[in-house]
């Protein structure tokens, strides 16, 4: 089984940065990449940005590319994602999600393990 577990949302003022955290626990695979998911109230969830095993290969939805950087540090078991120039469209609840694969996906069905999520609210 693997864990994820999200941290680091909240309220932030638009313009402004935030970091979210993922921790993964349990048996996690050691070939997996990474995603970002959001979703707002009303609407479907959405890619934000995925990160390869390694971590040398990211993609990003274009509504984020440019303003949001995800990176991962394998000896901690962590995903990071930070929001620079936030925007009141990115109030969301964000997720973060696992593959059992080397490779990068953009859609919620291609990804094994997710947590609970975090909410990011901006102000404006």
């Known amino acids: 089984q693997v864990r994820l577990v999200e941290s680091g949302g909240g309220l932030v003022q638009a313009g402004d940065s935030l970091r979210l955290s993922c921790a993964a626990s349990?048996?996690?695979?050691?070939?997996?990449?990474m995603g970002w998911f959001r979703q707002a109230p009303g609407k479907e969830r959405e890619f934000v940005a995925a990160?390869?095993?390694?971590?040398?290969?990211?993609d990003y939805a274009d509504s984020v590319k440019g303003r949001f950087t995800i990176t991962r540090d394998n000896t901690k078991n962590a995903v990071f994602l930070l929001m620079n120039s936030v925007k009141p469209d990115d109030a969301a609840v964000y997720y973060c999600?696992?593959?059992?694969?080397?490779?990068?996906?953009?859609?919620?069905?291609?990804?094994?393990?997710w947590g609970q999520g975090t909410q990011v609210t901006v102000s404006s």
């Open positions: 999600a696992a593959r059992t694969s080397y490779l990068i996906a953009r859609t919620p069905v291609e990804y094994a393990y």
């Open positions: 990160i390869t095993w390694r971590g040398g290969m990211q």
């Open positions: 349990g048996r996690t695979f050691g070939s997996n990449s």
